[in-house]
């Protein structure tokens, strides 16, 4: 009877190195920020990953994506077609939040913003 040997592995999220890029200009609202992705892994159709962005504000539509802060805060305004603000999020270490392909969102990142995401 053969057994198959599976490859656990450990990432410590709150202090993994990431790679800062800038922001494309034309969703840069204020500040400078810059942002990192590091994909951890790949669970068939979703994509695990940890995601930063420095302080400063940056526009952004959305994947079908939940994620919980590790670390840092935020405002997240929502906005429809228009443009007008439909609600917001404050977020920070240990929250949960829910995201919905196709939402036009503006962050106001107060403390560099760390997250781990699963998305589609």
């Known amino acids: 009877m053969g057994s198959t040997a ?3 592995t450990l990432h410590h999220a709150p202090a993994t190195e990431l790679d800062h890029e800038p922001l494309p200009a034309s969703q840069i609202v204020d500040g400078s920020p810059t942002a990192a992705v590091l994909e951890l892994e790949d ?10 962005m420095t302080p400063g504000t940056a526009t952004d539509v959305e994947a079908e994506e939940v994620f919980v802060v590790l670390s840092g805060s ?7 077609e228009d443009g007008a ?5 404050e977020v920070a270490p240990g929250d949960l939040v829910r995201l919905r392909e196709g939402q036009h969102t503006t962050w106001t ?4 913003l760390r997250k781990v995401y699963v998305s589609v």
């Open 43 to 52: 669970l068939g159709s979703c994509g695990v990953g940890i995601w930063e």
């Open 6 to 8: 599976s490859t656990s």
């Open 109 to 112: 990142v107060h403390e560099t």
């Open 74 to 80: 935020a405002r997240i305004d929502f906005q429809n």
């Open 85 to 89: 603000v439909t609600h917001t999020l």
